[in-house]
């Protein structure tokens, strides 16, 4: 049975699955759709044309489903779609796509957004992503599975940020971030090298991994040929057939956003 705060101010056209807890002083709008077992603690918003899974929870002060921050868009048919088990801590913002791409923003599994984090306009999310306390992503930026973005994080318009990577508070990405890579050293931050404890972590096995540390060498250290020569000769070599860590990374630098990929710190 839906527990509705008296407080709380739903929509009768807002589409609210029957055992969803809404909390003291929230608003729902008309076009929001919210999957069972989601929890609005107290003073979350939700709005815009957003559909939200299930066991999703928001703490007091989220904003979710506002339009676009976008000077060019203001497209009230834009979406926003969440996926199952995220947790949005307090003053999280997510905002709908924009009318200059593809007027849809999306967020998986899994996730977990620290205090103030914020995803705008057209991002794409993956799952099991942890956001820590105010990290932003500006718009149009892609997160793989299982990526950290640490507090004070800023994340460029169109940047790509890989699986499993592991950005450091307070840095500054403006390029794309390998898969596994792992990035430190403030604003002005470069490639760090790989998240070698992230794969422990997850249990990734010793030969894999040590794979991976060989062809990262090879890639960015190597000095014979350029860089997209060194990425073709590592995608043809037979030791890196079977290594599904080091496929990951080919495949990533092949496609990069148009902010190319971070390279490592130099000195």
């Known amino acids: 049975m839906t527990n509705i705060h008296p407080t709380a ?14 909390g003291p002083f929230c608003t729902v709008g008309p076009n929001v759709h919210v999957g ?9 918003v939700l709005d815009g044309c957003t559909e939200i899974g299930e066991r999703n929870t928001f703490y007091p002060f989220t904003a979710i489903g506002t339009l676009a921050q976008h000077k060019r ?34 967020i ?7 205090v103030a984090s914020h995803i705008a306009h057209d991002c794409i999310l993956g799952n099991d992503i942890v956001m820590s ?25 169109f940047t790509h940020i890989g699986k499993g990577a592991m950005i450091g508070g307070m840095c500054g990405i ?6 596994y890579g792992i990035v430190m050293g403030g604003p002005r931050s470069g490639l760090s090298g790989l ?38 000769r590592i995608a043809q070599a037979q030791e890196y ?12 630098v092949r496609n990069p956003s148009k902010n190319n990929i971070l390279q490592p710190q130099i000195g």
């Open 133 to 157: 306390n105010n990290a932003t992503l500006a718009g149009h930026v892609k997160v793989e599975d299982r990526a950290i973005i640490g507090g004070l994080s800023a994340v460029l318009q």
């Open 195 to 232: 998240n070698l404890v992230g794969l422990r972590r997850a249990s990734v096995p010793t030969p894999l991994i040590m794979g991976l540390q060989k062809a990262y060498q090879d890639l960015f250290f190597n000095s014979e040929g350029n860089f997209g020569e060194r990425v073709e």
């Open 108 to 114: 998986g599994d899994r996730n977990l957004f620290l």
């Open 241 to 252: 057939k079977d290594n599904p860590l080091v496929q990951d990374v080919i495949q990533f």
């Open 73 to 106: 868009s203001n497209a009230p048919d834009a979406k926003l779609i969440i996926g199952n088990d995220n947790t949005f801590r307090e003053h999280v913002t997510a905002h709908v796509g924009s009318d200059v791409d593809h007027k849809i923003t999306v």
């Open 9 to 22: 101010i739903v929509d009768a056209k807002a589409c609210i699955a029957d055992d969803v807890t809404i």
């Open 174 to 179: 403006a390029q794309d971030v390998i898969p």
């Open 36 to 44: 069972n077992g989601c929890k609005l603690i107290s003073h979350v």
